[in-house]
């Protein structure tokens, strides 16, 4: 009896043993990487030959996990010398060694500065190119140029390949600085000022008194559907203040919409109508009393609650509509402004109240830290205006769609 208790005692602990050594090695194999190069370690190349790296592969627990890899080190084909590229995942890394050659195959050239300025928005010309095979065949014609489009000012390259009859390749890149610029021909962006919004089948009493800032909701929503059929382009503020700046170009429909006040009647049935045509639109918010809750709870993806004053909006001033802004303290303006863009929770762009303002109110609004301002004004804004002086396109109750279309249409 003792000797059976024995063996099967000891067949419990073997299971035993057995059962957590095949958790250990299931353990050990989830928890593990396996790393390893794709192509080869030593790798030679010569001089700005087109050229992909294979990367590497790695598995946990079986898995691919080879978008995990981490890459470090830097690889320049137009420059000879060796390079050593580190591909590393958990605690293992694996390197592979690239020796660029000093000689090219195929030849190809670049004439012309390098890098080479161009103003943003001016025609680019190509200073040209040559390329040619070993035995001096001319490969010209055969040159691939990838350009981009060059609408931003800032740092690019424009990228020249060309392979000859033997399949050897060459890729060349030249270096591109877009300049900032303000004197090319542009139509102009109109950046419309709407106020409220009604449906007719339920006019509201102030009606024919708000001077025709209202505009009725069918009309509204004919405007959108025109903007969306014809593909208009709906700018950021940031986009805006760059395309000022004269650092981006815009498509030449573009088309920037502002409803001011933060009415009720735009937040009930201005808001449904830009969300049934996907239009973004900007609401400039007066947050004293219930604008900051109608920020709360009217929210959109598609409006973006900016500032139209805290407590500015009211009379006080001796300038334009006699709004207080012009004649406020600074400090006391600055705070204002600042209550606004926390209630807001933006300061992209501001209004000014009634359309007024002083040299010392546009700085306030700068030192507040928008990006942009509207004014009143009439017009389009245009590269070297003033950001935070901008005009704007009026909308008035009663207008027609060819009314619309006249008022926004980009003509020089």
Not at 32 to 55: A, F, H, M, W
Not at 173 to 200: F, K, S
Not at 262 to 279: D, H, N, T
Not at 299 to 328: C, E, L, W
Request: aromatic share 10%; hydrophobic share 35%; with cysteine.
């Amino acid at each position: 009896m003792k000797r059976g208790k024995k063996k099967r005692a000891g067949i419990v602990i073997l299971a035993a043993v057995i059962v957590l050594v095949g958790a250990g090695i299931f353990f050990y194999y989830q928890t593990q990487y396996y790393l390893v190069l794709n192509g080869e370690k030593e790798v030679e190349l010569n001089l700005c030959q087109t050229y992909e790296d294979p990367g590497a592969s790695a598995k946990k627990g079986g898995e691919d996990v080879s978008d995990q890899i981490e890459v470090r080190g830097t690889l320049d084909l137009q420059t000879p010398g060796t390079y050593t590229l580190v591909y590393s995942i958990g605690d293992l890394s694996v390197e592979r060694r690239i020796t660029v050659g000093t000689k090219m195959d195929p030849v190809l050239e670049l004439e012309g500065e390098d890098p080479l300025q161009v103003p943003l928005g001016v025609e680019f010309e190509e200073p040209g190119f040559s390329a040619e095979d070993s035995n001096g065949r001319d490969l010209t014609d055969e040159v691939k140029v990838e350009r981009p489009e060059l609408k931003r000012a800032g740092k690019s390259a424009i990228t020249y390949t060309v392979e000859d009859h033997e399949g050897n390749s060459t890729t060349v890149e030249r270096a591109v600085e877009v300049l900032p610029n303000t004197y090319y021909e542009t139509p102009g962006l109109p950046i419309c000022m709407y106020h409220y919004v009604y449906d007719e089948a339920d006019p509201p009493e102030d009606l024919y008194s708000r001077y025709g800032n209202y505009i009725e909701v069918h009309d509204l929503e004919e405007e959108l559907q025109w903007l969306v059929s014809e593909d208009y382009y709906f700018p950021t503020w940031k986009e805006v203040r760059d395309y000022v700046d004269g650092k981006l170009l815009l498509p030449e429909k573009s088309i920037v919409l502002c409803f001011d006040d933060g009415a009720k009647s735009f937040l009930e049935v201005g808001i449904p109508a830009l969300e049934k045509y996907e239009v973004p639109a900007t609401c400039f918010m007066i947050t004293k009393g219930a604008g900051e809750e109608k920020v709360k709870n009217y929210p959109s993806k598609y409006v973006s609650y900016q500032s139209h004053s805290d407590n500015m909006h009211r009379a006080g001033g001796f300038i334009g509509h006699g709004g207080i802004f012009t004649a406020m303290p600074e400090e006391e303006a600055l705070a204002d402004l600042k209550t606004s863009i926390e209630k807001c929770g933006n300061s992209d762009a501001f209004a000014y109240p009634y359309g007024d303002y002083t040299q010392q109110c546009r700085d306030i609004v700068e030192e507040a830290g928008f990006l942009c301002a509207v004014t009143t004004e009439g017009g389009k804004a245009k590269p070297g205006m003033d950001p935070l002086l901008l005009p704007r396109v009026r909308m008035s109750m009663g207008q027609s769609l060819a009314d619309f279309q006249y008022m926004v249409a980009p003509e020089v």
